[in-house]
C-alpha cells in the first residue's frame, strides 16, 4: 500500500503559526521581516496574489502585528540588557563637545529619534536635547505617530540638527526604501548635522550586498561623512556616526548608478541577502 503523501505546505505558511510564543524574539523578528517583504513584493498584484495577501495578513495577526514586534524591540533597551543604543549617541555627542554648544541656549539641540519605542531616551538631557520621538504605531502619547517616509520634505528640509536612525532600517522592508530613509534623513539635517545610524551587525558583516566599506561610500555618494563607528567581531550590534559637512555634497545620478543594483560582495550560502539600494 503506497504511503500517503503528506500536504504540502502554502508559500507563507510558519511552524511557528501555531503561536508566536515559542519563538524567540530574533526569530520572531525574522520572520516578520520575511512576511513584510513578501507583502510588499505582493502589494499592488494581480487578483491571483490575493489569496496570498490575506494568508500573510493573517500570519502576522497570529503572530501579534506589529504591536508585538515593537515590544519585543523594546525590550533591547532595557538597562539590564546593555541599554539603549540612544546611550552610544549621547556618548559620542559629548564627545564631539555638542553639549557646551548648546546647554542653556533658547533654541536647544532638535534632534527627530524616527521608530522610537521609548519616550523619555532623551529625558535626562533636556537641558540641551529637543527630541521628537516618532514611529509608525505610537506606544506612547509623547511619541507622535508618523510615518517619516511621508513627512513633508520641503518644510523638513535641513531643519534637524541630529536624527536617529536606530534598529529602523533593517525593518524596512525593501531595498531601495531604505536608500530613500537614508537619503531623507541626510535632506532633514542642518549642515553639520548628525546621522547615528544602529543595525544589527550581521546586516553588514555578513551580507551578500553590503559590507562595512560599501556602507561608508554609499553615505559619501549621499554627501554624509563616517565620524565614528563601533562593533565588535562577533557582536549582535553595529553603530555609526555620520556628519553632514558642508564641503561633501550628494553626488550626480551616474556615481549614484553603482549603488542602484545589487552587487554580490561575498559568496557563501550563510550569508544574508540584507542590501541598501539608491
Known sequence: MAKPRNRKRPV???????????????????????????????????????????????EINRLGGLETYQRISAQGQIDARG????????????????????EGKPNRFKLLEVGALKHDNYVSHASWIDCMPIDLRSRHPLIHEQDFLKMDEQAQRGQWDGISLSLVINFVPDA???GKMLTVAHDFLREGGYL???????????SRYLSFDRLKKLMLVLGSALLEERWKEGGKMGYWLYHKKRNIHPCGAETRKPFT???????????????ILL
Not at 516578520?32 to 517583504?37: D, E, N, S, Y
Not at 547615528?196 to 555578513?206: I, M
Open 83 to 102: 541599554g539603549g543604543s540612544h546611550k552610544v549617541f549621547i556618548e559620542w555627542m559629548l564627545q564631539k563637545d555638542v553639549k557646551r554648544k548648546w
Open 176 to 178: 531601495h526604501d531604505r
Open 261 to 275: 543594483k545589487k552587487e554580490v560582495l561575498r559568496e557563501g550560502r550563510d550569508r544574508n541577502n540584507f542590501a
Open 12 to 58: 507563507t505558511s510558519s511552524p511557528y503559526d501555531h503561536t508566536h510564543q515559542t519563538l524567540s524574539g530574533h526569530n520572531l523578528i525574522r520572520r516578520f521581516h520575511v512576511l513584510l517583504k513578501r507583502q510588499a513584493l505582493l502589494a499592488g498584484g494581480s487578483s491571483s496574489t490575493s489569496y496570498e495577501l490575506t494568508d500573510i495578513e493573517n
Open 196 to 206: 547615528f545610524l544602529a543595525l544589527p551587525l550581521p546586516c553588514v558583516s555578513n
